[in-house]
């Protein structure tokens, strides 16, 4: 990449992370909103069970699920798999 497009490429992303910023500043006001009614917080182990142990965990049932389902049939596939190369000796 020659230092034109890497130049172009450098304030096209710098453009877009500018826009990005701008149109989320009123994500950031700490004013409150009319009806606005949030809920107690969470605590550091109910953020962690949530955003850390639940997607392991369905990420593993998910797994289990995949696996068991995948060995309850079995295979007929006529291809390699299932050929033996040992060599079978008759003395």
């Known amino acids: 990449m020659d230092k034109k497009n890497a130049l172009r490429a450098g304030a096209l992303a710098a ?4 826009m990005m910023l701008l149109m989320s500043s009123p994500a950031l ?3 409150r909103d009319d009806g606005d009614d949030p809920g107690p917080g969470l605590s550091v182990i109910e953020t962690l069970g949530l955003y850390v142990v639940a997607p392991i965990a369905l990420f593993v049932i998910i797994a289990a699920l995949v696996m068991v389902a995948d060995k309850s049939h079995q295979k007929k596939d006529p291809t390699s ?3 033996s190369t040992r060599a079978e000796s008759k003395a």
């Open 15 to 18: 453009g877009t992370t500018l």
């Open 29 to 31: 006001a700490l004013t």
């Open 81 to 83: 798999s299932n050929i």
